[in-house]
C-alpha cells in the first residue's frame, strides 16, 4: 500500500485590485522535487446544487511552483469562489485543499495610480487618478463608494508630517483649502473602502509651493529688469548699424585718396590694356581727352572795287603809271611804270591796295571766330 502524500499548507492570496495569485507551503523534505501541483475553482454556488459532477476549472496542471496566478481567470470582483490545490508525485495523488475567495472582500485595494499638483493662487488643486484593474481600467468600476484620504502640511512648520490636516473626498479633483500664499506644501493620499474597512497604502509624499499677488517692489524690479534689457537691445542694436554703416562708408567712399599714379593704373581703361579696372572714378576724371575745336572751312572772299565812271586825266595817268596791262593774249605777264614785268597777273584782275586787303583780313577774322564760338556752343 502507498504511503498517504501530505497536502499543500498555508494557502494564501496575494492581491491587489484585480490582480489573484494563490500560494501554499509545501515541505520539500518528505517527496523530493518531484512533486507538482493543480488548481481549480468554482463558484460557490454551485457547490450547493445538487450535481452528481462539478465542473471545476482547472487553472495550473501539475506545475512544480508552489504558486498560481488567477489574474487572468476572469473572476467576477463581487462573485464568491472556492478554490483547491493538491499534490501529486509518482502517482499518488495528496487530498484536495479547499479556500474560499471573494475578491470584493478579500482582495486589497491600491492607492490611487497617479497624484498631480497644481498652484491657483493661494490654494493647491490636486488631481487624482484611480486605481487600475489588471486591464487598465478604473477601479471605481467595481468598488461603487471608493473615496480618497488626503493628507497635508506645511513643509516650513512641520517638515516630517506629524501633524497633517485631513480631507476626506471623493471627488478626482480636489482643491485644498486654508493655505497659505508662497509656501510649500506636501500631499499623500490613500484609497479606502469603508464596506469592507478596506484601505490601501499611502501615496509618496508630494510637494507645491503656492502663489499669491506679487509683491510691489518685486513689480517694481521686474519693471527694472524689462527696461534695462530693453535699453540695452536698443544700445546693441544702434551700436551694430552704426559700424554696419561705417563698414560700407570705408569701403565704398574711403576718406583717404589713392596716390594718382595708383589711380591712372586702376582706373585704366584704353583698349587692348590687361590692367584691372578696380576702381570706378568720377565722370570728370573718367574724360581723360584733350579739348577738340572744330573751324570752318576758310572761304577767301573777293572783293571787286569798280572804277569811277569818269575820272580826270590826271588820276588816269597815275593808274597807269602804276599798272600796265598789256594783252598779250594769254601771256599773263603785267608791266608796271618802270618797266618791270610781274608774272601771274592776268587781264581783268582787279587790283587791291593795302588798305583793301587789311580790311578783308579784319573782316575774315571776325567771321572765323563768331563761327568758332557756334560750334564750340
Request: with cysteine; charged share 20%.
Amino acid at each position: 500500500m502507498l504511503a498517504e502524500l501530505p497536502q499543500p499548507q498555508n494557502l494564501t492570496l496575494l492581491t491587489l485590485n484585480t490582480q489573484y495569485v494563490l500560494t501554499w507551503d509545501w515541505d520539500q523534505t518528505t517527496t523530493g522535487n518531484s512533486v507538482a501541483f493543480t488548481v481549480e475553482y468554482i463558484a460557490k454556488y454551485k457547490m450547493k446544487m445538487k450535481m452528481k459532477k462539478k465542473n471545476w476549472s482547472r487553472v495550473c496542471e501539475r506545475t512544480t511552483h508552489t504558486r498560481c496566478d488567477l489574474t487572468g481567470s476572469n473572476l467576477r470582483y463581487l462573485g464568491v469562489y472556492v478554490l483547491r490545490v493538491r499534490a501529486s508525485a509518482d502517482g499518488v495523488n495528496s487530498h484536495w485543499v479547499n479556500k474560499d475567495f471573494c475578491p470584493d472582500k478579500n482582495a486589497l485595494l491600491g492607492p490611487p495610480s497617479r497624484v498631480e499638483m497644481a498652484p491657483v493662487g493661494n490654494l493647491l488643486d490636486v488631481t487624482i487618478s484611480d486605481p487600475l484593474t489588471s486591464t487598465q481600467h478604473s477601479m471605481k468600476e467595481h468598488v461603487l463608494f471608493l473615496y480618497y484620504r488626503i493628507l497635508y502640511w506645511s513643509r516650513s512648520d512641520d517638515p516630517q508630517g506629524l501633524k497633517p490636516k485631513v480631507l476626506d473626498s471623493s471627488n478626482n479633483l480636489v482643491t485644498l483649502p486654508e493655505l497659505e500664499a508662497w509656501t510649500w506644501y506636501c500631499v499623500m493620499i490613500q484609497s479606502r473602502y469603508d464596506y469592507y474597512n478596506k484601505t490601501s497604502s499611502y501615496t509618496e509624499p508630494q510637494c507645491m509651493q503656492t502663489e499669491g499677488d506679487t509683491p510691489y517692489w518685486q513689480i517694481f524690479l521686474y519693471f527694472l529688469v524689462s527696461m534695462m534689457v530693453c535699453f540695452l537691445l536698443v544700445l546693441l542694436s544702434s551700436y551694430a548699424f552704426f559700424r554696419f554703416y561705417r563698414v560700407l562708408k570705408n569701403t565704398f567712399y574711403p576718406s583717404i585718396q589713392l596716390p594718382a599714379h595708383i589711380q591712372e593704373y586702376l582706373c585704366d581703361s584704353s583698349p587692348g590694356s590687361d590692367m584691372p579696372r578696380l576702381l570706378t572714378a568720377d565722370s570728370e576724371a573718367e574724360l581723360c581727352c584733350d579739348k577738340l575745336t572744330i573751324c570752318p572751312e576758310v572761304v577767301l572772299l573777293e572783293i571787286h572795287v569798280p572804277p569811277p565812271l569818269t575820272a580826270p586825266p590826271s588820276e588816269l595817268e597815275q593808274d597807269s603809271d602804276r599798272h600796265i596791262c598789256q594783252d598779250s593774249g594769254d601771256s599773263g605777264i603785267c608791266s608796271t611804270e618802270g618797266g618791270s614785268t610781274q608774272q601771274g597777273c592776268s587781264c581783268g584782275e582787279p587790283i587791291r591796295t593795302d588798305q583793301e586787303v587789311d580790311s578783308w583780313q579784319t573782316l575774315a577774322q571776325a567771321k572765323m571766330e563768331e563761327m568758332g564760338r557756334d560750334v564750340i556752343s
